[in-house]
Structures are given as C-alpha cells and as structure tokens.
C-alpha cells in the first residue's frame, strides 16, 4: 500500500504526515507513506488546497487534517 501526503510543507502537512505514521506503525499496516510536495502530482489528484490524504492513488481527503479514527477507516477502506 502506498499512503502519500500531498503539501508544500505547510505545518498541516508535517502533522498530517505524522500522525498517518503513527496510526500505520501502532496498527502494523504494511504501507509505504510518501511526503510528495511536486506540484503537479497535486494537480493530477485534483487538489487545490493542502494538505491531502492519498491512498493507493485515491484520493481520500483534502484540506483538514482527520482523527487518527478516520486515518485508520481510510486505510482500512482503501487496501
């Protein structure tokens, strides 16, 4: 499973990027989670504001930064 963080590295971004680690390392998922800040892999998902949450190149969730609960759902939806 491949998670990306999409974001220019705004503070939202850094702890969106920390907190999918948290709940991939406390659950033991196998997923690899990526910190992409390439303008155009933004563009290409569709997203106009930061950060996002991608999973398998799905788009899951963009703009605010979800509860580990929702982290997890998202996961757990998307594998």
């Not at 106009?48 to 788009?59: F, G, H, S």
């Amino acid at each position: 499973m491949i998670i990306k963080i999409l974001g220019g590295g705004c503070s939202r971004c850094d702890k969106l990027f920390k907190r999918v680690g948290e709940v991939v390392s406390k659950n033991n998922i196998k997923a690899e989670v990526l910190k992409v800040d390439d303008i155009r892999d933004c563009a290409r998902h569709g997203i106009l504001m930061t950060p996002a949450l991608v999973i398998n190149e799905k788009l899951v969730c963009s703009i605010n930064v979800p509860s580990e609960k929702d982290i997890l759902k998202y996961i757990n939806e998307n594998s």
